[in-house]
């Protein structure tokens, strides 16, 4: 049964850190990334990792403040994002992609950085 689950949502001040972690399992997943969402804008990808960690992409609206990690044994993501800002204030998605599987997704875990 497969099984994505995000978690280390919460409310922090601007230019604060948090680290969101994933945990997926039930299947060999190749690429793992992280997306957010806020109400009324699509879906957007913010990062992601292959199994490997050889590749690994960012946002440019994030790149320079959060860093994706994978620990490919456990199929955990983690997402450590620092110097928050206001606009970095959405639902974060964790998908996880498997060979010959549509996607899957968590439940999504809410990330607002206001003062």
């Known amino acids: 049964q497969v099984h994505v689950e995000e978690s280390g949502g919460g409310l922090v001040q601007p230019g604060g850190s948090l680290r969101l972690s994933c945990a997926a399992s039930g299947l060999p997943f190749y690429f793992m990334g992280w997306y957010r969402e806020v109400p009324g804008n699509q879906r957007e990808r913010v990062a992601s990792?292959?199994?490997?960690?050889?590749?690994?992409d960012y946002a440019d609206s994030v790149r320079g403040r959060f860093t994706i990690s994978r620990d490919s044994a456990k199929n955990i993501v983690h997402l450590q994002m620092n110097d928050l800002k206001p606009e970095d204030t959405a639902v974060y998605y964790c998908k996880a992609v498997a060979e010959t599987h549509p996607p899957y997704w968590g439940p999504g875990t809410e990330v607002t950085v206001s003062s």
């Open positions: 990792i292959t199994a490997s960690g050889r590749s690994i």
